[in-house]
């Protein structure tokens, strides 16, 4: 190939530096200088300039195709088109064919233009000065003495009480700004204190509603070993404020045989071995969704606290603070499970106000 | 007003004593500068000179993934209802016919499965975010190696540490947005995070969700915060950073002709400009590519959010990992404070690490400074292996956060290796403390052997890998003198004194007591460039001596 470079065009003599390198012989480790410049291949060889030119020139135009293929890809592909494409398996076609034209269509013309900077630009490396960033001292001098006067001129420093009241209204204006936050929300008031199954008494119980049948449960429904989710009677998806209540609202429901319960308060306030704990995690309210029938313990997925449900839902492992509450149940007159109060304490993440 | 015209032309021509322009451009340009002043602007910039190595198009990267994710996210905004309203979706996507969900899923859903392109363009723009936030780490991963925070630069390294910040908290809102399961997830954990603020918690999570969780408000409020606010203080934030970046110029790395006072390059234009500009398509052509063929992020398999429903790998976004690790690794301490208030200390204490484990990316600039007490410019990049402690410093970091980064996804790795969760746990709360202090030591003993090697390299030459037997027997490696480029390149680098304290009593015998402060900075400086810190570089004296002896050793 080297002997398509025409001789004259070859650089005269490789390796040495410009003037300015330093004297070298008294330190050895002083700077030699820039670099000669070393030619590439298409600065001396004019075949090899065309050759990238015509390389340049052929990624713009690859790129040109790309786009009308994009264009193409637009209108012809349905978008509920799914296609099987190895390894990535079924894909949408449009997607995949609007993604990688655009694709192509981009890099090309970045490959194209870095390619024309890499082969065909002047690669010669050109020292510019650095200025200091510092003014010199006549400079610094001369502003220090311009602000001196303007602040003598304005009396700033002489007339103490204008300077104090003018800091202290700025100061306190911000603070209408924060006063218009306050109709963002609500006061807290009791309201992470109480769940839907406040409105439940003695006399009027409300029916625990199975999440998903839709159905009132008998204690026959709720199998030993299964983890059975509830929800208040009366409480629609339809409902307006149906997400804020079943996050608090949730339930779910154990039945551990009653010899296995360790915590005696905690069987008293289930039915038969049916306890109904909340549902939302008490280290930042993850829905808990994971059970082992074995050792009764519930697993929060979000950062894996472990309850141990035959133990009160005591905590056994992860960052959860306290134990899940637990809403007291039994069965009304038909033989449905109910509820007969709220829970003893709020349900969820803790919180400052939050009674223990 | 305009005298010079009155004075220098006559009637017949016109008011300018401006060559003529050679053609239209010329002529277009000569319009402009009478209104801007590009002429001025553009004399200093257009061959501005910029060095290059492959690390300085970290920064770049970060810039054009952000013009990318601006581009797509107007698209998106273009589609998207953040509202919380109820709808009954009966899209094309079968599997959630009839299901409820809210306005700002259901809109998700439209733009993936009934606009064309607009699954392509919520790829990108979920791509893109991801990229940003990587290359904004690891650029200032560059910069903090080579020292490149040093004065003047100091207040560019904070910009650029508040964009990283904005970038991260940007993306958790965008990722918020959708209210997919997976979304609201993160809102939910965000809410839990806010109640255990103590005092203000319930009041400040009462004003911003418009209620109790999860409201009706969420969801428009980060919207505007995510498309507006956020990106509004980021572009300023990116302008000023840029500007500076102009203003001071690029850092280079030491090599022949490279000096404190200059910098050594190809000019803006054309060189830099086609490279530059180039790079952005194929950037954006990458983003592009891998959004055909990754899918991120697919909202329809998660479903719409409801509080009592939960995903299994609850993950969120690799950026936000850390602070998910230090969540999971936290005992759940609940301490019963002042007659019966709760004090979270479980979720509080993680929250307070998680910006301290930030911020003390952001001051590093500030304490270095202050322990060298270096008052000069810095221009020359320092080579990791040259500043020993900063570089371990830097790599215990790094360790701490990919310790974090295991633990926020203890699970993952749980059931992809078939390990205990609890072991993985409990290996990641002794990890938080050791690791970076053994990352730390390791560290800065590699980059005291490679300085050492260098050290070598100078005095003695490079290996030739030829042996030669001298005529004694003895077998030798012949090494070759290094060329005086490398010499110099080898012991450009500075090398800091310890600051010493001053002397017990000052020139009248009075005893003078040195401050904490003092004595705090005089123990630090040690560590840093004292014995141990590093190794001392070579001398002129020491490589005479040597060359004269013909280098045997
Ligand atoms: S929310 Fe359940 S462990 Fe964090």
């Known amino acids: ?356 | 007003m305009s005298t010079t015209s009155g004075a220098t032309s006559s009637a017949s021509k016109p008011a300018s004593t401006r060559a003529k322009p050679a053609n239209k451009a010329e002529a277009a340009a000569d319009w402009a500068d009478g209104r801007l002043g590009i002429y001025t602007l553009a004399k200093s910039n257009l061959r501005k000179i910029f060095p290059d190595h492959w690390s300085f198009m970290l920064g770049e990267i970060c810039l054009y993934s952000f013009i990318i994710i601006i581009l797509t996210g107007v698209y998106l905004t273009l589609f998207f209802k953040p509202s919380m309203a109820e709808v009954v979706y009966h899209g094309p996507y079968t599997p959630l016919d009839g299901i409820r969900m809210s306005e700002a899923y259901a809109s998700t859903m439209d733009i993936s499965f009934e606009i064309r392109g607009g699954l392509l363009i919520r790829q990108i723009h979920h791509w893109a975010a991801l990229v940003f936030v990587a290359a904004m780490l690891v650029h200032m991963m560059r910069v903090f190696f080579t020292g490149a925070f040093r004065k003047p630069r100091e207040i560019n390294w904070v910009f650029g540490f508040l964009l990283l910040v904005l970038g991260m908290f940007d993306g958790f809102f965008g990722y918020s947005l959708p209210d997919d399961l997976l979304s609201g997830t993160g809102i939910r954990f965000m809410e839990g995070a806010i109640l255990a603020v103590p005092i203000v918690g319930t009041y400040i999570q009462m004003f911003l969700f418009g209620g109790q969780f999860p409201g009706t408000d969420i969801v428009p409020r980060f919207f505007t915060i995510h498309v507006l606010l956020i990106p509004g203080i980021m572009l300023g934030l990116l302008v000023a950073h840029l500007i500076l970046v102009f203003y001071h110029k690029h850092t280079q790395w030491a090599g022949p002709g490279k000096t404190e006072k200059n910098v050594v390059g190809m000019p803006l234009m054309p060189v830099y400009m086609a490279k530059a500009g180039g790079f952005f398509f194929l950037v954006f052509g990458i983003i592009s590519a891998i959004s055909a063929i990754a899918t991120i992020n697919p909202i329809w398999a998660y479903g719409p959010y409801r509080p009592d429903q939960v995903s299994t790998d609850a993950q969120p976004d690799w950026y936000m990992g850390f602070s998910e690790g230090l969540i999971r690794i936290m005992p759940g301490w609940e301490i019963s404070v002042w007659g019966g208030h709760t004090l979270n200390l479980g979720v509080m204490v993680p929250l307070a690490i998680f910006p301290l484990v930030l911020v003390a990316i952001a001051v590093y600039p500030f304490i270095e400074g202050w322990i060298t007490g270096d008052k000069r410019e810095h221009h020359i990049l320092d080579r990791p292996r040259n500043a020993p402690v900063r570089t371990a410093l830097g790599a215990a970091w790094i360790s701490l956060y990919l310790v974090l980064l295991v633990g926020g996804g203890n699970d993952l790795f749980a059931t992809h290796f078939h390990l205990s969760l609890n072991s993985i746990t409990y290996f990641v709360r002794v990890g938080f403390f050791v690791v970076p202090v053994i990352v730390f030591f390791v560290t800065k003993r590699w980059c005291l052997g490679l300085q050492r090697r260098d050290k070598e390299k100078v005095l003695h030459g490079r290996e030739s890998g030829v042996i030669k037997r001298l005529p004694h027997g003895e077998f030798v490696e012949v090494h070759t003198p290094l060329a005086a480029k490398d010499l110099h390149t080898l012991t450009a680098h500075e090398q800091h004194q310890p600051v010493e304290l001053a002397a017990a009593t000052d020139e009248n015998g009075v005893a003078r007591k040195a401050g904490v402060l003092a004595k705090t900075r005089a123990k630090l400086s040690e560590g840093y460039f004292g014995e141990g810190g590093q190794i001392v570089k070579p001398t002129a004296e020491e490589f005479r001596e040597i060359e004269s002896g013909h280098g045997h050793h």
């Open chain 1, 1 to 356: 190939m080297s002997h398509d470079i025409s001789e004259e065009n070859l650089p005269e003599s490789h390796g040495d530096s410009h003037g300015h390198a330093v004297a070298v012989h008294d330190d050895p480790f002083a700077d030699p200088g820039l670099p000669v410049h070393e030619p590439r291949r298409t600065d001396i060889d004019e075949r090899a300039a065309k050759r990238a030119e015509r390389q340049v020139s052929l990624m713009f135009v690859i790129s040109m195709l790309a786009t009308i293929g994009f264009i193409a890809s637009y209108v012809i592909f349905d978008i509920d088109k799914i296609v099987y494409i190895f390894p990535l398996g079924h894909v949408s076609a449009l997607n995949f064919a609007l993604g990688l034209t655009l694709g192509v269509a981009l890099f090309c013309i970045g490959a194209g233009a870095v390619h024309w900077a890499r082969t065909l630009m002047s690669d010669h490396e050109i020292p510019a000065e650095r200025h200091p960033i510092e003014a010199d001292d006549e400079v610094r001098a001369d502003v220090i003495e311009q602000f001196r006067t303007g602040a003598a001129e304005s009396g700033f420093g002489r007339r103490k009480m204008i300077r104090n009241t003018m800091i202290g209204s700025m100061a306190l204006v911000p603070l209408s700004g924060v006063v218009l936050l306050r109709d963002l929300g609500p006061m807290p008031e009791q309201k992470l204190n109480h769940t839907g199954w406040q409105v439940a008494t003695p006399q009027k119980p409300l029916q625990l509603i199975n999440v998903n049948t839709n159905e009132p449960m008998k204690p026959e429904d709720v199998i030993v070993g299964s983890l059975t989710f509830a929800k208040p009677e009366g409480l629609e998806e339809e409902a307006e404020d149906f997400q804020v209540q079943i996050a608090k609202d949730a339930l779910m429901l154990v039945r551990i045989a009653p010899d296995d319960i360790k915590d005696n308060e905690s069987r008293d306030k289930g039915f038969e071995g049916i306890l109904a704990y909340s549902k939302i995690c008490t280290h930042v309210g993850c829905p808990i969704s994971l059970y082992e029938q074995q050792t009764h313990h519930a697993l929060c997925p979000c950062h894996q606290s472990t309850f141990d449900l035959a133990d009160g839902a005591r905590v056994i492992f992860g960052p959860a603070g306290h134990p899940l509450p637990q809403l007291k149940i039994t069965t009304d007159e038909q033989g449905f499970l109910v509820a007969t109060g709220d829970f003893d304490e709020p349900v969820g993440p803790s919180f400052w106000e939050r009674k223990r």
